[in-house]
């Protein structure tokens, strides 16, 4: 193909048909990678979960590091944003420090 031949209108439409081909076959060469990788995984009897080392288990919750002095039902973990106690509390002399559980 001789570029130097084609108008500048026709490379415009080359470029803008060629970057289109290219996705197409973005996405075919990717769907072929991951039949390959599914196929080599069953093979061996590994999931996605096994090959990826995900281990899908639940989080276990932060503990509290706080706790109300005379509400005990009342925590806080000492994450995010502070709970209106806590700040009350802060306001009226106490420290985190007289908090801790």
């Given at each position: 193909m001789e570029l130097h031949k084609l108008s500048y209108a026709d490379l415009l439409n080359l470029k803008t048909d060629v970057e289109t081909e290219i996705k197409a076959r973005e996405?075919?060469?990717?769907?072929?990678?991951?039949?390959?990788?599914?196929?080599?995984?069953?093979?061996?009897?590994?999931?996605?979960?096994?090959?990826?080392?995900?281990?899908?288990?639940?989080?276990?919750p932060?503990?509290?590091?706080?706790?109300?002095?005379?509400?005990?039902?009342?925590?806080w973990t000492g994450r995010g944003r502070k709970p209106v106690w806590v700040q009350e509390l802060?306001?009226?002399?106490?420290?985190?420090?007289?908090?801790t559980i």
């Open positions: 996405h075919e060469e990717k769907s072929k990678a991951k039949k390959q990788i599914m196929e080599l995984a069953k093979a061996h009897g590994l999931t996605i979960e096994d090959v990826l080392g995900k281990t899908g288990g639940v989080r276990k932060v503990e509290a590091k706080y706790r109300h002095p005379k509400h005990p039902e009342m925590t802060l306001n009226a002399g106490k420290t985190l420090q007289d908090l």
